[in-house]
Structures are given as structure tokens and as C-alpha cells.
């Protein structure tokens, strides 16, 4: 999507000049985790025309491979269908500081990513990627989108790739019970799963203990792995091999609070793929932290600046002891 926004101290209403971002939780987390010297590609339905190629663009900068993106022109794919969607979603972001909130406003609704089908996914996923992650936001915004989840989901065993699934959940875009119909459904295909802890209490019922929360969330779905990002600030991990382990907050200012759990993410994944949970937990929340400290949704942090930050995890008990 495109994210506009006012200077900060600036409401939308009063705004003459908004600055323009890419943004979207998998673009985020992909350019993170290719900045940070991994192999990345992005998959998605973009207009082709130039604010859609401006994204495609900005992803490209980071070292992003948007060589799998669909281009929409608007023309039917049948005399008897309508013309394919050729708009880009696109978000206001007013940002806010005590005593007010941050908001957010959506446009996205007919954007052409919400026309994404299962066949533009097709050739990525015969691609050997070792990890291929998407989000409870792409599935929550069409059918259509919800059946391409589906199917990246169910194809891991065939495509030789585990899955990764972060829940983030979005109160605007679907229902906390749309949201639990819907994720009943995929959750015990994913590999490596990460939610908030309010998330798995708001869509799951899971309120207890953080522990109590990666044990449910296990119990019901299988994960290879469970990573909770606490509220108060840092993680807690899971894996049959490791057991819990945790990271603690740092101490941030920060100067804008999007993108920062896609950052997450792309730590927690680079860490995965080259070495093993510990440092994913490690290195997820040092950028996350980088993240809070940087304008606009997308880290522009390097691997370099993340090792120098990254703190040594805590273990604790084995799950089930």
C-alpha cells in the first residue's frame, strides 16, 4: 500500500502537505529481512501504472525481488466479468502523542492486491524458498486473498518450505469471531507462528500466563515454533528444542510506532534461517526496537546495526514440565 501522513503534531484535517511510504506488513518484513542479507522475494497484485509501480519500486530499493509481482490492467479477464481491479490501497496514518492517540484510516477496499488469486502465487512457490510467510492481514481482505493463504498454507509439504504466520490482527478489516472462523482453519499448517498477546486473548480466549498462551496456541495447532511479543515489551519463544526462551524491551523513544512488529518479524526469521531460535528472538527484538526509532513503516537498519544491539535470550522450563 501507499501510507500517507502529516507532520507530526498535525491532524489529516489541518495537513497542506502528507509524505508518502510503502507499507504493508509482508513488505515491511520483506525488506527488513533482505536489508538484513537474506534472499527475499515479495509476492502480490500491484496496478500497473505508476503509483503501482512506485511500490514495487521502494521494495526493489531494499534488495527486495518483485519479480513475482501480478501487474493489473484493468481489462476483464471474460467479455461477461467485470474489469479486474486497478487502484492501490493506500492508509492515512495521523500520528498522535498523549493524550492523543495515533489513527488510522484505510482506502484499500477493491485495491488490486485484494484481487489476489491463488494462481499468482503458482510460480513462487516452485521457487525452493526455505520459508515463505504471510499474515492474518492478507487473509482478512477478500475472498480471494483468504484462499491464496489457504493455498501457500497447504502447499508446504509439496513446495519443500516451512510456513510462517504472523496473526496481526486488525479490528477494521474483520471481526475478532471472523477472524477465529477464519484462522481455525490455517493455523495448523503454519510452522512458525507469532501473535501479541492481546491477539490470542481478543481472538482465542487465551488470557492466561504468556506460558499458558505459547501452550494453547501449541495445544491447538501443532507449531513448530510459538513466539509471543508481550505487551509490556519483549518476547517469549518456543520451540520443542529449546523450550521457552525470552528477550527483554529495550528502552525506546519512538518516533513512529508502525512497522515495528513486521520488523520483528524479519529479525526472527533471519535468525531462523541462519542460525536457530535464540538469535531470532535476539535479533527480532533489537530491530524491532531500530524500527520505533526510524520515520515511516519500513526499517532502513542493517544487519550490522542489529548485532551490535542484540542481547543474549534467557532460557527457562520446557514446555509441559
Known amino acids: 500500500m501507499i501510507r500517507f501522513s502529516p507532520v507530526d503534531g498535525e491532524m489529516l484535517e489541518q495537513a497542506d502537505y502528507l509524505r508518502a511510504d510503502a507499507a504493508g506488513t509482508e513488505s515491511n518484513m520483506a525488506a527488513a529481512l533482505a536489508r538484513m542479507g537474506a534472499d527475499v522475494a515479495w509476492v502480490s497484485v500491484l496496478p500497473d501504472h505508476p503509483a503501482g509501480r512506485w511500490i514495487a519500486s521502494r521494495l526493489a530499493l531494499h534488495g527486495v525481488d518483485t519479480s513475482h509481482v501480478a501487474w493489473s490492467d484493468g481489462r476483464p479477464e471474460q467479455p461477461s466479468r467485470p474489469s479486474r481491479p486497478k487502484r492501490t490501497g493506500v492508509f492515512f496514518l495521523e500520528p498522535g502523542s498523549p493524550p492523543r492517540g495515533s489513527r488510522v484510516v484505510y482506502d484499500r477496499a477493491g485495491s488490486a ?40 498454507l497447504d502447499h508446504r509439504a509439496e513446495g519443500g518450505y516451512r510456513t510462517s504466520f504472523d496473526i496481526n490482527y486488525r479490528a477494521k ?18 510452522d512458525i507462528l507469532v501473535s501479541t498477546t492481546d491477539d490470542a486473548a481478543l481472538i482465542f480466549g487465551m488470557d492466561g500466563t504468556p506460558e499458558e498462551t505459547v501452550e494453547a496456541l501449541h495445544g491447538r495447532f501443532g507449531n513448530e515454533v510459538v513466539v509471543l511479543t508481550l505487551a509490556e515489551g519483549g518476547a517469549v519463544g518456543w520451540s520443542a528444542a529449546t523450550g521457552f526462551l525470552y528477550t527483554q524491551p529495550y528502552v525506546v523513544e519512538p518516533v513512529d510506532r508502525l512497522g515495528a512488529g513486521d520488523a520483528f518479524d524479519a ?23 531500530l524500527c520505533l526509532s526510524e520515520r515511516g513503516d519500513m526499517t532502513w537498519s542493517t544487519l550490522e546495526e ?14 509441559g514440565s
Open 113 to 152: 492486491a485484494t484481487g489476489m488469486t491463488p494462481a499468482v502465487v503458482e510460480q513462487a512457490l516452485q521457487s525452493d524458498a526455505r520459508i515463505v510467510h504471510t499474515s492474518g492481514i492478507t487473509a482478512s481482505l477478500s475472498s480471494e486473498c483468504r484462499e491464496t493463504v489457504a493455498r501457500v
Open 306 to 319: 542489529v548485532k551490535q544491539m542484540a542481547r543474549p535470550v534467557h532460557a527457562s522450563r520446557s514446555a
Open 267 to 289: 529479525g526472527l526469521l533471519y535468525g531462523l534461517l541462519r542460525e536457530d531460535l535464540a538469535t531470532g528472538l535476539s535479533y527480532g527484538t533489537a530491530l524491532s526496537a
Open 173 to 190: 478489516l474483520w471481526s475478532p469471531e471472523e477472524a477465529c472462523a477464519v484462522l481455525e482453519t490455517m493455523l495448523g499448517e503454519v
